[in-house]
């Protein structure tokens, strides 16, 4: 099988279900985001992490590809995946519960930054963030599941603390914002 098709020379693809679209539309816009979300945390799965953080980060890549599909599928009695769930939103607020037991409570806003992982965890929370605003922008103008802005949510949430927690595992101190109001 070749890779190219050059059925998308003229601006369009294909969703599930087999209807074209604009890859301009928003809901490439949305599922194109995840996917580049979870390519961002491919890049922190290269890094040196706790075996926790790998294993919270394969399975997150795993759900992610749910949360694409379910994006890519306008019609979801043609899915054949079924979508994330209350137990994937559960398993990340576990997670995050689980990780902050040892962390210091926040005083002030940090600084992203810190190892490598940590830093591309904190750009992954970003990305996600945006991932988010483009799936609640396409809510508005079609019917998709609820969990899947829920769960984006949440992983934010989670990747954010991850970051933190990896940071801390390799000794990197975090940095507090301070306004400069020179």
């Not at 087999?18 to 928003?26: A, E, L, N």
């Not at 398993?91 to 992982?117: C, H, M, R, Y």
Request: some cysteine; glycine content about 6%.
């Amino acid at each position: 099988m070749k890779i190219y098709t050059k059925k998308g020379d003229t601006g369009e693809t294909a969703l599930f279900g087999g209807s074209k679209t604009q890859k301009s539309d928003i809901r490439i816009h949305a599922y194109g985001t995840v996917d580049e979300l979870n390519s961002t945390i491919g890049i922190v799965l290269s890094y040196s992490l706790s075996v926790t953080g790998k294993k919270i980060l394969k399975q997150v890549q795993n759900d992610l590809f749910v949360v694409g599909a379910t994006l890519a599928t306008p019609d979801p009695e043609k899915s054949r995946i079924e979508d994330v769930s209350q137990n994937e939103i559960d398993q990340l607020e576990q997670w995050i519960d689980q990780l902050e037991v040892d962390l210091n409570p926040l005083k002030s806003f940090i600084l992203p930054g810190g190892t490598g992982a940590g830093s591309t965890l904190h750009f992954a929370r970003t990305v996600c963030r945006r991932a988010e605003r483009k799936t609640v922008e396409l809510a508005h103008r079609e019917s998709i599941s609820p969990s899947a802005i829920v769960y984006l949510n949440r992983l934010s949430d989670l990747l954010f603390v991850l970051a933190r927690f990896e940071n801390k595992q390799q000794n990197a101190e975090e940095t507090p914002w301070v306004p400069d109001r020179s």
